[in-house]
């Protein structure tokens, strides 16, 4: 059988398995960034289906990066300008391979777009006009890269407060409403973990 006839489970396990092998890092940051997707859609109140391709989106947001050098992506310090034209690439190297197979086709534009910002100031292409999906995974995104501990940004890790405190004063970019959404869900979470721990105290 030939691999675009295999269904949308199975590509999607397959790639993320890729990416698992590829750079362990990344696969943890893709499986949180999709659980806070789905999370964050759900708080907005969107359709059901919306929230599951949402969330396989998120999961598949850094698929592109299995073909940036591991090298690049566990650089400690600053990156050089070649190597931050690498980086960049990474959603369109993704969204090519999902258009390789047509169960997967509808997800490229969470993938495309995530790095793009309202005011025009992301990346691939600098618009300014982004699809819901890849706004949602874009702050998702965003978050868990300034709370996550990782060699380039040991000296600028944030807190959850601090880290909707930077999206919030930074609505040219990020959807209010967005940065909103999670900031509910991630107190929820917390007020959750919190009422789990005083059982067994």
């Known amino acids: 059988m030939e691999v675009y006839n295999y269904n949308e489970y199975y590509l ?52 592109g990066k299995v073909l940036v050098p591991v090298t690049i992506l566990d650089k400690a310090g600053s990156l050089t300008e070649l190597e931050y034209e690498f980086v960049k690439i990474h959603p369109t190297y993704g969204s090519e391979m999902l258009k390789i197979f047509p169960s997967l086709k509808d997800l490229v534009p969470g993938v495309l777009y995530h790095h793009e910002r309202l005011d025009g ?17 874009g ?42 959404a999670l900031e509910e869900v991630l107190w929820e979470k917390k007020e959750k973990q919190q009422r789990f721990i005083s059982i067994y105290r």
């Open 121 to 137: 100031s992301g990346y691939p292409f600098g618009v300014s006009i982004i699809p819901l999906s890849a706004q949602i995974i």
């Open 12 to 63: 999607i396990k397959h790639l993320i398995t890729s990416l698992k092998h590829y750079h362990y890092t990344t696969y943890l940051h893709s499986i949180r960034v999709a659980k806070l997707t789905y999370l964050v859609s759900k708080k907005l109140e969107l359709p059901k289906d919306e929230q599951i391709y949402n969330c396989k989106g998120g999961l598949l947001h850094d698929i």
């Open 139 to 180: 702050i998702c995104d965003s978050f868990d890269a300034m709370t996550t501990r990782r060699p380039y940004n040991e000296k600028r890790l944030r807190n959850i407060q601090e880290a909707i405190f930077e999206l919030k004063t930074q609505s040219q970019k990020y959807n209010y409403k967005i940065v909103e």
